[in-house]
């Protein structure tokens, strides 16, 4: 046997929990902007958020003076402007979605858990860089579709500005909203591990669930839909109160609690499956 | 040093790995052979801790591996070739694996230029070769300088330049005091680079040794012996409890006793020889015969139960 000029386990110091924590969040940004679909995914979101929404403000604006006294006196610009989040949170959702099942779509995953077998580290360090990436674009995109939408309800002269009560709160909740979502997609992405079934199920819950409750007896569909994820997150756009709607912060805190349960199903999951 | 101790991985009812041990030690090439199925890949998982064992344990210096932080500092390992998002350059790959250890870009740089990759690093993988596929996964198990090598058919889609690089790296890796585990189903290549082997079929360990120890220890080489009188020469030789068989044409074929002890035994009687030729066993024959035992005990005792 030759003498070992390799060092073993034993010889180094081994690194902080703390210290792969932060490795992982680097090896995660640095997948993140090394595939080109992260780009166009994001530029979608900024994209859908404002054209969208640009949508909606318009056709508001047009039928604007049919509208009865009551209609328009509940008019709240602040969360008519981020109607187009609606749409942008489909691509946040579907970016959060591959963020794990195109690791096992490739096989890739194994190279991930084997590098680091401190596996809800790994999930931890991909919610933590996504929710940075994903926070930084929503605010671009949130910010863009309030200015975007203010300037068309301008030629009816209204509209809101920053510096109104609870309008900051509500714009910046537009970022907040998308990656809410980003981070479901994530939880479910995780616990499916398939694209496919992933995606499917995230667009279920986002946008076929309400039309779902909408069939139910007006009582309960007022009790139950404003709980769903995406009813309930939106409720942070809302300035002016909306009776069918949770307060702003109790509906996010509902949003975010769907994102916990699912990523922490997923952990579970991931820590005890086979890879 | 990897160290499995009465390892099973059960799979719903299928058992993949029965109750596996071995070692895996330094300094040297340990080749890993068996068939299709064997439980070559679980084994190998459940060493980098992808898989958990369903009872036993699989040690790398002691610790199991889910217990290792920065692992790739320690172990390294080509499982799938490919096993890459294709739309990553080469570089990056290596790159964010480098990240999640600990491991400086400039280390990037190095494998890169050692797998002989450094011209197509910032291509797409997506359009690799098997072969360059195979070499990225090398690079990425060389990337934290590990004590430890473990490599699933490195040897898969390389053409004759490619395996010959390879027969060097294991031999150079080897002796610099590495680790080195290697499953092949190809024998002669095993018998190239190995020093030592470990036989397993059915998830069983079948064989454990040296290349030769494992040809001595299949009972295919034999000793064909034609004489002037086969009967007397087949009594003494049965006297000494050996296996000797005739053949149609006259001559005995003596298993278990070299040709040289045979001639002895025939000389002490004074019987004529007008034959004494050697058979030895190739590490392929001998691992058929291996395996074909171990699939038939497998069958038996699954009819019994």
Same mark, same amino acid.
């Given at each position: 046997?030759?003498?070992? @000029?390799? &060092?073993?386990? @034993?010889? #180094?110091?081994?690194?902080?929990?703390?210290?792969?924590?932060?490795?992982?969040?680097?090896?995660?940004?640095?997948? /993140?902007?090394?595939? #080109?679909?992260?780009?166009?995914?994001?530029?979608?979101?900024?994209?859908?958020?404002?054209?969208?929404?640009?949508?909606?403000?318009?056709?508001?604006?047009?039928?604007?003076?049919?509208?009865?006294?009551?209609?328009?006196?509940?008019?709240?610009?602040?969360?008519?402007?981020?109607?187009? %989040?609606?749409?942008?949170? /489909?691509?946040?959702?579907?970016?959060?979605?591959?963020?794990?099942?195109?690791? =096992?779509?490739?096989?890739?995953?194994?190279?991930? !858990?084997?590098? @680091?077998?401190?596996?809800?580290?790994?999930?931890?360090?991909?919610?933590?860089?996504?929710?940075?990436?994903?926070?930084?674009?929503?605010?671009?995109?949130?910010?863009?579709?309030?200015?975007?939408?203010?300037?068309?309800?301008?030629?009816?002269?209204?509209? +809101?500005?920053?510096?109104?009560?609870?309008?900051?709160?509500?714009?910046?909740?537009?970022?907040?909203?998308?990656?809410?979502?980003?981070?479901?997609?994530?939880?479910?992405?995780?616990? %499916? #591990?398939?694209?496919?079934? +992933?995606?499917?199920?995230?667009?279920?819950? /986002?946008?076929?669930?309400?039309?779902?409750?909408?069939?139910?007896?007006?009582?309960?569909?007022?009790?139950?839909?404003?709980?769903?994820?995406?009813?309930?997150?939106?409720?942070?756009?809302?300035?002016?109160?909306?009776?069918?709607?949770?307060? &702003?912060?109790?509906?996010?805190?509902?949003? !975010?609690? =769907?994102?916990?349960?699912?990523?922490?199903?997923?952990?579970?999951?991931?820590?005890?499956?086979?890879? | 040093?990897?160290?499995?101790?009465?390892?099973?991985?059960?799979?719903?009812?299928?058992?993949?790995?029965?109750?596996?041990?071995?070692?895996?030690?330094?300094?040297?090439?340990?080749?890993?052979?068996?068939?299709?199925?064997?439980?070559?890949?679980?084994?190998? *998982?459940?060493?980098?801790?992808?898989?958990?064992?369903?009872?036993?344990?699989?040690?790398?210096?002691?610790?199991?591996?889910?217990?290792?932080?920065?692992?790739?500092?320690?172990?390294?390992?080509?499982?799938?070739?490919?096993?890459?998002?294709?739309?990553?350059?080469?570089?990056?790959?290596?790159?964010?694996?480098?990240?999640?250890?600990?491991?400086?870009?400039?280390?990037?740089?190095?494998?890169?230029?050692?797998?002989?990759?450094?011209?197509?690093?910032?291509?797409?993988?997506?359009?690799?070769?098997?072969?360059?596929?195979?070499?990225?996964?090398?690079?990425?198990?060389?990337?934290?300088?590990?004590?430890?090598?473990?490599?699933?058919?490195?040897?898969?889609?390389?053409?004759?330049?490619?395996?010959?690089?390879?027969?060097?790296?294991?031999?150079?890796?080897?002796?610099?005091?590495?680790?080195?585990?290697?499953?092949?189903?190809?024998?002669?290549?095993?018998?190239?680079?190995?020093?030592?082997?470990?036989?397993?079929?059915?998830?069983?360990?079948?064989?454990?040794?040296?290349?030769?120890?494992?040809?001595?220890?299949?009972?295919?080489?034999?000793? *064909?012996?034609?004489?002037?009188?086969?009967? *007397?020469? *087949?009594?003494?030789?049965?006297?000494?409890?050996?296996?000797?068989?005739?053949?149609?044409?006259?001559?005995?074929?003596?298993?278990?006793?070299?040709?040289?002890?045979?001639?002895?035994?025939?000389?002490?009687?004074?019987?004529?020889?007008?034959?004494?030729?050697?058979?030895?066993?190739?590490?392929?024959?001998?691992?058929?015969?291996?395996?074909?035992?171990?699939?038939?005990?497998?069958?038996?005792?699954?009819?019994?139960?």
């Amino acid at each position: 046997m030759t003498t070992a @000029t390799v &060092p073993t386990t @034993t010889a #180094r110091q081994a690194p902080t929990a703390r210290r792969v924590f932060g490795a992982n969040v680097r090896a995660e940004w640095t997948k /993140l902007r090394s595939v #080109r679909s992260t780009v166009w995914t994001l530029l979608a979101t900024v994209g859908l958020a404002i054209a969208f929404g640009a949508l909606i403000a318009a056709s508001q604006m047009s039928s604007w003076d049919s509208l009865e006294a009551s209609e328009r006196l509940r008019f709240d610009p602040t969360s008519f402007s981020l109607s187009g %989040l609606f749409l942008a949170q /489909l691509a946040v959702g579907v970016l959060g979605v591959l963020v794990i099942t195109s690791e =096992y779509a490739t096989g890739q995953i194994r190279a991930t !858990l084997g590098a @680091t077998p401190q596996r809800l580290t790994v999930l931890a360090a991909k919610a933590t860089t996504f929710t940075g990436v994903v926070l930084g674009t929503g605010l671009v995109a949130s910010f863009s579709a309030f200015w975007t939408g203010q300037a068309i309800f301008a030629s009816k002269g209204l509209g +809101a500005s920053l510096g109104d009560p609870g309008v900051l709160r509500a714009v910046f909740g537009g970022a907040l909203y998308l990656t809410g979502v980003g981070l479901l997609g994530i939880g479910v992405g995780v616990i %499916l #591990r398939r694209t496919a079934g +992933a995606v499917a199920a995230l667009v279920a819950l /986002l946008f076929i669930l309400p039309i779902v409750t909408g069939f139910l007896p007006s009582s309960f569909q007022e009790t139950i839909a404003k709980f769903l994820p995406a009813q309930a997150g939106m409720a942070i756009f809302n300035v002016v109160p909306d009776p069918r709607a949770l307060p &702003p912060g109790a509906g996010f805190a509902v949003l !975010l609690t =769907y994102g916990a349960v699912s990523l922490a199903v997923g952990g579970l999951l991931l820590a005890r499956r086979d890879a | 040093m990897i160290e499995l101790t009465d390892v099973t991985k059960r799979y719903g009812t299928t058992v993949a790995v029965d109750h596996l041990s071995f070692d895996v030690r330094p300094g040297e090439v340990t080749g890993f052979l068996g068939p299709n199925g064997a439980g070559k890949s679980t084994t190998m *998982r459940m060493v980098v801790g992808l898989d958990a064992p369903t009872s036993g344990q699989v040690t790398i210096d002691g610790h199991p591996y889910r217990d290792l932080r920065f692992p790739l500092r320690y172990v390294g390992a080509l499982l799938e070739a490919k096993a890459i998002h294709p739309g990553r350059s080469a570089r990056d790959h290596l790159r964010w694996l480098a990240d999640s250890n600990g491991i400086g870009p400039r280390r990037v740089d190095e494998v890169l230029e050692r797998v002989g990759l450094a011209d197509v690093a910032r291509r797409r993988s997506g359009g690799f070769s098997l072969g360059m596929g195979q070499r990225l996964g090398i690079a990425a198990a060389l990337l934290g300088d590990p004590a430890t090598l473990l490599l699933d058919e490195p040897v898969n889609g390389l053409d004759p330049e490619g395996i010959q690089w390879i027969r060097q790296l294991l031999r150079s890796l080897a002796a610099e005091g590495r680790s080195v585990l290697v499953s092949s189903h190809l024998m002669s290549e095993m018998a190239l680079t190995a020093d030592r082997l470990i036989v397993v079929g059915r998830g069983r360990l079948i064989a454990e040794g040296t290349v030769e120890d494992v040809v001595a220890r299949s009972s295919t080489g034999h000793v *064909r012996v034609d004489s002037a009188d086969p009967d *007397r020469l *087949r009594h003494l030789l049965q006297d000494r409890r050996v296996d000797v068989s005739a053949q149609p044409d006259g001559a005995l074929v003596v298993t278990g006793m070299a040709a040289r002890d045979v001639g002895i035994v025939a000389g002490t009687a004074g019987i004529t020889l007008y034959e004494l030729s050697p058979h030895s066993a190739s590490l392929e024959e001998a691992f058929m015969e291996l395996t074909r035992n171990a699939a038939e005990y497998t069958a038996t005792r699954g009819a019994a139960a």
